[in-house]
Every structure is written in structure tokens, then in C-alpha cells.
């Protein structure tokens, strides 16, 4: 699935009102990001600004997360990549490595978003 | 292809140590004060934003208490260059940067921005100044740009953040097994056995030396003092069979290569000062990397990577046990006597000082003359407080303060304590043993930007956090959106008291000591304590033959005993910089009180749970 089909499942689903988390989206990726896979950073980063800018969805402190010793690699995810395993919605790699630039599986993607949204 | 630049005598470590300024950067520029987008709004950050917030400084008077720049961090930038240059994100920044830029500067404040000298930046927009340092140059010199933040990710020379973990082939030796010196005859020498091993964490493993570079500095795990790297010397005198007529002699070397820390393929040889060989061990290596960082870094078919140690065990046992092989000899000179042959890799620190040195001399060749305000964002990598003096006014010391950025709406977290880098007391524990590195003539040791405003933080905290800073010469950069600031209210008490910023705005521009923990066992000023549970004294002398003082309790519980510290304890540490006097006038900073002082002691009793006193001492006669 590319990081667009992923987007755009995450809107469909959910069926409320996404024009802050489109226009975000819209903002962060070219055309070309479009296209990528979807690594479990990237997921971490959609589903996140979709829990906060659709969803009003709060975020929680960081308990599971602290123990992801690859969490602090990515400044512009780790708080994304923190929510997303706080509340279940992607699991790690391994206890201690959340794996950021592996790309995810469809069923994978689709079981986040059932978590998420219902 | 990618490929590092050849290093001048300049750019080598061996010149770190001789204070040389490059590139004409000038000097004598007090700590930087303003506001940073990041802690604010993280990649969130718009025109509007920007511009509100350029209205609160003036409207709070911060711009006449020194806050001057309003930097743009990432989050700000197209995904993709337009035509091959740089443009404002659409959405965002509708009237593009200049617009702003012009806005900052009508209101009397300067103007910064964010880059990378990797391929791309932290967020992953494929704007990353790597190979476009020309282009861009001329970019922000067409915005008006005051000051630029550097950050570090995607960088294709080393295992940066998001690069290919495989870099550092770029910043390691292979494992060193022996070195062969061929002269009339030759002599085998063993890394063991024959070579002594200089400076912090490469070992010996059974019969080989592995670990000559540079360890990775992003972490809070080892102390910034001392030397952060590794060679391999073999002190060397040819034998009566072995010496040559012209002083020439071959060295191969006994390798086992991989790309991993810690252990990787780039050798650099030399003896004495005299470089003879400065590159991959291993043919092809160079264009097999350049491809994998030029194709874009997040589509690459492997998805092992990524600083991934652990899900490439496989690779990793493989490596192991590949064997050792002899490299291609390497010409040298030997004179007579004793000669110092270096086996070693200072790659880490020399490539990213080039790095950064590009974009100086870019900037320099797009405006002569004008002077920008240079911010290094390579979170401690590469140790950079031994060489970023040469280029740049500031130098990240650590990874980022905090992971939990604000938005519009949200204030962000900040914790005082953590095991890792986002906290206020991890900073600041390092930071404060790093005075030896700061000065006018040199710059500032930045421990992050400020937190203050963030949840997670008390008002107490927070005053200690920009005590501490100012204490330390720190940049000073807000994080928080000022909107939710009022005049009198705690937060801007905090951050707009004169008295504090005074302190690390003073014309001497000494970088607070501590003369005093706790919990030090010798040497106050060096020893590395991330125990917390402490208190600290801090002196910094100041112009005017004054000095502040800094009591601060790190931990966060109570203390009910007294701390106290007399002048010549301090004197010990500071020297003359401290005069004595029959009477002192003391003012402390937060309450404002004014006392005399005729013991020349000086004293608290008891420190709440995260809070100092901190006073200005003026001698009086």
C-alpha cells in the first residue's frame, strides 16, 4: 500500500470531518513521499496527526515507549511513534526496537486503522 | 558520487587544537537570544504563526531585553527543491520566505532558518543542503537570512540519523590485525602486541585492535572531556636488515573490514603528520554507498537498516568471522630514528567539520561581509566542541531536550529528569564540565533550546532551567508559543528577568565552572555526575571584577542542609578572574535583594526540591 492509499483509507473510515489531517498530510509529503511504502515511522506519523487534528485525541506519557531504544532516532516521529504504542495501534519489531523504517503490511495498516477508529 | 571531500591540513584533527578560525567566520558574538519555532509547533509552523509570534516579542519588549532572532526550524520547507532550489511550503508559508523575513526585520528582529547537511532534513523533505551548498546560499541570502540552524540527519558521510547505518564504513578503521613494513626486508608488527592504542574505546579483542574512530557523542552515556577517539600507533625503528638507502619503505595492513560502529573500512594512515593514505580499504565500497544515500534514503529495498543493530545479527556474525586479508602496500617515509606510524580514523569529526565549512564558504562567496549567526544541530555526533569553533558561533551538544514537541494548541512536554537526552538536568550535566571549549573567541556549548512554557516543567523548574542556561553562555531560544504569554505573568518573569540575562550576556563571556558538587569526588569542574540526587555550585566571573554564584539542589527532593563556598575555594578554580575585598555587595537575582557580604563566604541553607539561588558578588574596597 502506498503511503497515499493509506491517507486516503485512513479518511474513508473514519468519515468525519479530515480537512485539518488532509491538509497536514498534503503539507508534509510531495507527490513522490505519495508513492513511498509506508514504513512503521510513517504510519506512526499519519495515524498520529490524524488522532490530533480529527480525532482530538490527547496524547498520554511515555511508558512502553521509553523502552524502544531506537524511539530516540527520530525526532520528528518519537512522540508519533510513542502514542501509537502507548495505545496499541502498531506493534514493535521487537520488545526494545520499534523498527522505524520498516515498511508495513497492509493487514498490518488496516488492523491500525480499525484500532484507531473504532 | 558521493564522496567526502579530501581534507586539508586545516580541517584535520590534528589542527583542532590550534584555535584557528576558518573562512574568515567572525568571531566575538555573545550567546544568540530569540525565538525557535520547534519546541513550539514542532513541523506545524506557519506564516501566521511566525508572524504572531514576531508581534509578541515586540509587544512583550523582549526584542529590548536581547531576544532578536525568529528562526524557522524544520517543517517549513516544499518536500521537493522547485527548479533545484529551495521554496517556502505553500500551505504554510503562502507569501513565501522573503515575506517573512521582511516582516521579521520591519519589526526590528533578525531572521533565521533550518537546514541539513545531509540529503534531506529531519522531517524528510528532500531539501537537505548536501551538494547544494552554492544554490542554497544564495537562497537565504536573497531572504535575508541572520542566522542558520544545521541539523544532521540523512548525512551520507556517517551512521547519522535516518542515513544508511552502513556509513560507518565512512567513520571506523576495519579491525586491525597487524601491519607489515617492507624495507630491505620486512618486519611484521601486531596490533597488540607491537601497536599502543591512544585515546577513549577502541580495544584489543584477542589478536586484533578494534574501534579506531570516533565514538558516537549523541548519547549521554560518556563524559565530553578528554580525547574522543582512537589511533593505533606503532613507534617504529627500521632494523639494521630492514632500513632503506631513501628512507622509503611499503606498509600493508592487516584488515578485517565490515560497515558497522565501531568497526568499518576507511583507513587513514600517516606518520607523524604526514598523511599517506586516506580512504576505503575496500574498491568499490565508495560507489556502492554514494548510490544507496543518493537514492532516496526511505526507499531503499532493504528495509534492515537504519542504525538497526539488532535485526542485522546475521550481518553482524558475518562480519566476524570473514577473514583478515593484507591491504595494497602504501608508500611511505620513515626518517631516521623513531617514527610515530598512525593507524586511524577521524573521518567523523573531520567530514562533518568540512560539512559545515562548505556552507560557511558558500554563504561567505554569496554575501562577503555578512555576518551570519551559525547554529551546529549535530547533537554531540561527532563531538563537536572540539572542532566547531573553527566555523560555527554554536554547537549542539547532546540529542534534542525534548521528544514532545507543541502544536498550535498544545504547549509540548518537557521533563526535568530522564535517562536519556530530553531533560533539562541530562543537558545540563553535560554542559556544565564543557566551559574549557566556550568563549568569545571561540562560541557556546548549546544544550537545547529552552523548555520553558511546556508542560511537565514547574515555575521553579523552569526558573532553574534558564538560571542554569544563562549561567552556562547558552543560547537562549524560546520554544513556546508567546501568545500565551502576558507581561507579569510567571513565565515571562522568567524569561524576560534582566538581571539573568545579564549574566549570560556579559561582555567578558566566560562560560560558568562548577567549583563545587556534592557528589564530585575530585575535580568538580571535569568529573562527569549524572547521578542528580546533588547539589552543584557554579561560579562565573563576570566584567566589572564581579561574579555570579549558582547554588542549585539538581535533585528533586528537599535539601535542608547549608551549601557554602568561600572566595578562595573559588580562587582556586578561577584564579585572579576573582578578587578578593574587604566588603561585597550581593544582589540575588530572582528576589532582587541586596545584602553586604564581609566573610567572604558564601552561603545558602537548604535548596528546595529543582531550585538555586543564584547572586552577583561585587567586590568592594
Not at chain 2, 509547533?41 to 536581547?66: H, I, W
Not at chain 2, 521528544?403 to 556544565?432: C, E, I, L, M
Not at chain 2, 571584577?545 to 539542589?553: E, H, L, M, S, W
Request: charged share 30%; proline share 4%; with cysteine.
Amino acid at each position: 500500500m502506498t503511503t497515499a492509499a493509506f491517507i486516503d483509507y485512513l479518511t474513508e473510515e473514519y468519515r468525519g470531518d479530515t480537512a485539518a489531517f488532509w491538509k497536514h498530510m498534503m503539507a508534509d509529503n510531495s507527490e513522490e513521499m505519495l508513492m513511498q511504502p509506508v514504513t512503521k515511522k510513517k504510519a506512526a506519523l499519519i495515524l498520529h496527526a490524524m488522532m490530533r487534528d480529527s480525532l482530538d485525541i490527547k496524547d498520554v506519557d511515555w511508558d512502553k515507549a521509553r523502552k524502544l531504544k531506537d524511539i530516540y532516532d527520530c525526532r520528528i516521529c518519537a512522540n508519533a511513534v510513542a502514542q501509537v504504542i502507548e495505545r496499541g495501534l502498531i506493534e514493535p519489531e521487537k520488545p526494545d526496537l520499534f523498527g522505524m523504517q520498516i515498511p508495513m503490511e497492509d493487514e498490518e495498516l488496516l488492523s491500525a486503522v480499525k484500532k484507531l477508529i473504532i | 558520487m558521493l564522496r567526502p571531500d579530501k581534507i586539508t591540513k586545516a580541517g584535520r584533527f590534528n589542527s583542532f587544537d590550534n584555535n584557528e578560525i576558518l573562512l574568515g567566520k567572525k568571531k566575538n558574538h555573545l550567546p544568540a537570544m530569540g525565538w525557535n519555532s520547534w519546541n513550539a509547533f514542532g513541523s506545524g509552523n506557519t506564516e501566521a504563526l511566525t508572524k504572531a509570534m514576531a508581534d509578541k516579542m515586540v509587544e512583550l519588549g523582549l526584542d529590548k531585553k536581547g531576544y532578536q532572532y525568529v528562526v524557522l526550524d524544520d517543517g517549513c520547507y516544499n518536500p521537493e527543491r522547485i527548479g533545484g532550489k529551495l521554496a517556502a511550503e505553500p500551505v504554510k508559508f503562502p507569501g513565501g520566505f522573503k515575506s517573512v523575513s521582511d516582516y521579521v526585520h520591519a519589526k526590528g528582529l533578525k531572521f533565521g532558518m533550518y537546514n541539513d547537511i545531509g540529503v534531506k532534513t529531519c522531517s524528510g523533505a528532500r531539501v537537505g543542503i548536501c551538494g547544494y551548498e552554492d544554490v542554497d546560499a544564495k537562497s537565504y541570502v536573497e531572504w535575508g537570512v541572520d542566522f542558520m540552524k544545521v541539523d544532521n540527519c540523512y548525512y551520507p558521510f556517517d551512521n547519522a540519523t535516518f542515513s544508511n547505518s552502513e556509513n560507518a564504513a565512512y567513520t571506523f578503521t576495519p579491525d586491525i590485525r597487524a601491519i607489515k613494513i617492507c624495507g630491505k626486508k620486512s618486519e611484521i608488527l601486531s596490533a597488540v602486541s607491537d601497536g599502543r592504542i591512544t585515546g577513549d574505546r577502541a580495544h584489543a579483542e584477542k589478536d586484533y585492535v578494534t574501534g579506531l574512530g570516533t565514538f558516537d557523542g549523541t548519547g549521554p552515556d560518556a563524559s565530553p572531556v578528554g580525547v574522543r577517539s582512537s589511533e593505533l600507533i606503532f613507534d617504529y625503528e627500521p632494523s639494521a636488515d630492514n632500513k632503506t638507502d631513501n628512507n622509503e619503505y611499503q606498509i600493508l595492513v592487516e584488515y578485517r573490514s565490515s560497515k558497522e560502529e565501531g568497526r568499518g573500512d576507511w583507513l587513514q594512515l600517516a606518520v607523524g603528520d604526514e598523511y599517506y593514505y586516506d580512504d576505503f580499504l575496500t574498491k568499490g565500497l565508495d560507489a556502492e554507498l554514494s548510490d544507496k544515500n543518493l537514492n532516496d534514503p526511505d526507499n531503499r529495498n532493504n528495509p534492515v537498516d537504519n542504525n538497526m543493530p539488532d535485526l542485522d545479527e546475521a550481518e553482524n556474525k558475518e562480519a566476524a568471522d570473514k577473514e583478515f586479508i593484507w591491504s595494497e602496500p602504501v608508500t611511505v617515509k620513515l626518517g631516521d630514528g623513531i617514527s610515530h606510524i598512525r593507524i586511524m580514523n577521524h573521518r567523523r569529526q573531520e567530514n562533518t567539520l568540512n560539512s559545515y565549512s562548505r556552507i560557511l564558504k558558500a554563504l561567505n562567496e554569496a554575501a562577503p561581509g555578512h555576518d551570519i549567526i551559525y547554529s551546529a544541530c549535530e547533537w554531540g555526533k561527532s563531538h563537536p566542541q572540539n572542532w566547531a569553533y573553527k566555523v560555527c558561533d554554536s554547537w549542539r551538544i547532546l540529542n534534542d531536550i525534548t521528544f514532545r514537541v507543541g502544536s498550535d494548541g498544545d504547549p509540548g512536554h518537557g521533563d526535568w529528569k530522564d535517562d536519556y537526552t530530553p531533560s533539562v538536568t541530562t543537558q545540563y550535566n553535560k554542559a556544565v564540565i564543557m566551559d574549557e571549549f566556550a568563549g568569545l573567541d571561540k562560541g557556546w556549548n548549546d544544550p537545547d533550546m529552552l523548555m520553558i512554557g511546556m508542560d511537565g516543567l514547574s515555575e521553579i523548574q523552569c526558573r532553574t532551567h534558564m538560571t542554569l542556561w544563562c549561567m552556562m553562555n547558552s543560547p537562549l531560544m524560546l520554544g513556546l508559543d508567546l501568545r500565551r504569554v502576558q507581561k507579569g505573568d510567571w513565565i515571562y518573569n522568567i524569561i524576560a528577568n534582566d538581571d539573568v540575562i545579564s549574566i549570560n550576556q556579559d561582555s567578558l563571556g566566560v562560560q560558568a565552572k562548577r567549583v563545587f558538587s556534592t557528589l564530585a569526588k575530585e575535580c568538580p569542574d571535569k568529573e562527569y555526575i549524572r547521578d542528580i540526587n546533588r547539589v552543584d555550585i557554579l561560579v562565573k566571573p563576570l566584567s566589572g571584577d564581579r561574579f555570579a554564584i549558582t547554588f542549585v539542589n539538581v535533585s528533586e527532593e528537599d535539601k535542608k542542609d547549608s551549601y557554602s563556598i568561600t572566595l578562595g575555594e573559588i580562587q582556586k578554580f578561577l584564579g585572579d578572574r576573582i578578587k578578593s575585598a574587604d566588603t561585597y555587595l550581593v544582589k540575588d537575582m530572582w528576589t532582587g535583594e541586596e545584602t553586604e557580604n564581609n566573610s567572604g563566604i558564601f552561603e545558602v541553607n537548604g535548596l528546595k526540591a529543582c531550585d538555586q539561588v543564584t547572586i552577583v558578588v561585587t567586590p568592594e574596597n
